[in-house]
């Protein structure tokens, strides 16, 4: 029993030495001295294994714990990188994590000046800049943006694009016009949300045998699919599954 908390001051005053020794941020010295056990596993796995493994899991692993431990690092890079350069691939990245984190006011803030000069009607920008005014619930701007996107980039295609219209015709209770969006998106998106959300319209609006059948399509297409489908779109198969039930 006496040896636990030893080799724990051990192991401690090791990764201390390594932080010193190899030039790593200085904070891990006070992770490790001030949580022994949560910022030793921390260091291992942010510092240490990426070394000692190498790969895309490794990376993996060392980007979700960085995550953990500072979940607003990318978001200040990105605002940062604004004020230094102002450049459009900059306010993108920033635009996009705010909206990760639902900062739709900000983010359209940010996407609005954006679109300016060459990049007026920048496509990209458009799209993000409806997906944060949906996500404020101004939906006629967002459906306004879809439109000026669709008007200026004709050869633009994003089935985000499309899926974000039909649900904006949808929020707004066009749903005549929305059943047709969602219709001819569905079978060719990639993922089940699309043909998910149309089901569920089709049953909105009463037409329950036609409902039922494009559920029961998409669910008995899952099971044929591949696993890694099956788990990417897990949460879509098992609502179609509750609707059926």
Partial sequence: MYLIPILSILVQAGLIVHVIKTGRNMLWIWAIALLPLVGSLAYAAVELLPELMGGRTARRARSGVRHMLDPDRELRRASAEVEISGNVDARRRLAEELLGRSHFDEAIAVYQGGLRGIFEHD???????????????????????????????????SPDAQLLYARTLEAQDALEEAERTYAALAPGYPGAEARLRYGL?????????????????????????????????????????????
Avoid: C, M
């Fill in 123 to 157: 496509p990209t920008l458009l799209l993000g800049l409806a997906q944060a005014q949906f996500g404020r619930q101004d939906f006629d701007a967002a459906r306004a943006a879809l439109e000026r996107l669709t008007l200026h980039n004709p050869d633009f295609k």
């Fill in 201 to 245: 319209l089709l049953k909105r609006r009463g037409n329950l045998a036609e409902a039922r059948r494009v559920l029961k399509d998409l669910l008995d297409g899952a099971r044929l699919g591949p696993a890694h489908y099956r788990k990417a779109q897990a949460e879509w198969l098992e609502r179609a599954r509750r609707e059926l039930s």
